[in-house]
Structures are given as C-alpha cells and as structure tokens.
Nanobody, 122 residues
Framework: QVQVVESGGGLVQPGGSLRLSCAAS????????MHWYRQAPGKQRELVAT???????DYADSVKGRFTISRDGAKNTVYLQMNSLKPEDTAVYYC????????????????WGQGTQVTVSS
C-alpha cells in the first residue's frame, strides 16, 4: 500500500555534504510525520530528524546546526541536507513515514524505507 524509498547516500569526506531524499508513495491519505533515523554498526537505531505535517522540525543534538530536514508536501517527499559531515555520521539512514493513513483501510501505520548508506571517511 505504501512504499518508502530513500536515495542520495554515498561516500563523502569529512566536512562534506550530502542530501538524502525520501519519497513515500502509494495509497496515502495523510502522513503525520516523517523521520530520518540512522543506525551505525553496533549501535541502536537513532532518531536524527523529524518533520511533522505542520512543518515543525526537530533534530538530534548530535546533528543540530549541521542537518536540515525539509519536505515536499505535494509528493510526500522529505529531504535531509547534511553538511559538515563527520565520521560519526557514518550509518545507514532510514526514512520513516509515521502515522500514515491510507485510503484503502482504517487505522494508521508506519512505513520504513530500505535505508541508504552514508559513509564519511577520508
């Protein structure tokens, strides 16, 4: 019913930038929020950034001032602009569409993308 696809990951040098994209598609009526999570090797999955349906944003302390989440409401697409990247940012980044209402069934669900690898290394 809903597909979430991330793109934009890759290998960058410390101090570099990447822009991740996440597109949610399918029989979507509404999405309450979209999040970027990341999971580094051997670590718990971490919430990186959130944007809600009203445009409110929030960030993990570790990325504040460096990352910016934004949205394209018409396409249920969010972006994560990552600047001043550090090796500690290396992780698989996952997009999560939160509290999604679909047109075909009642209730709400969340949907995850497959992840995109971000590696920050010289």
């Amino acid at each position: 019913q809903v597909q979430v696809v991330e793109s934009g990951g890759g290998l960058v040098q410390p101090g570099g930038s990447l822009r991740l994209s996440c597109a949610a598609s399918g029989s979507i009526f509404s999405i309450e929020a979209m999040h970027w999570y990341r999971q580094a090797p051997g670590k718990q999955r971490e919430l990186v950034a959130t944007i809600t349906s009203d445009g409110t944003t929030d960030y993990a302390d570790s990325v504040k001032g460096r990352f910016t989440i934004s949205r394209d409401g018409a396409k249920n697409t969010v972006y994560l602009q990552m600047n001043s990247l550090k090796p500690e940012d290396t992780a698989v980044y996952y997009c999560n569409a939160d509290r999604v209402v679909v047109t075909t069934t009642p209730g709400v669900s969340d949907y995850w993308g497959q992840g995109t690898q971000v590696t920050v290394s010289s």
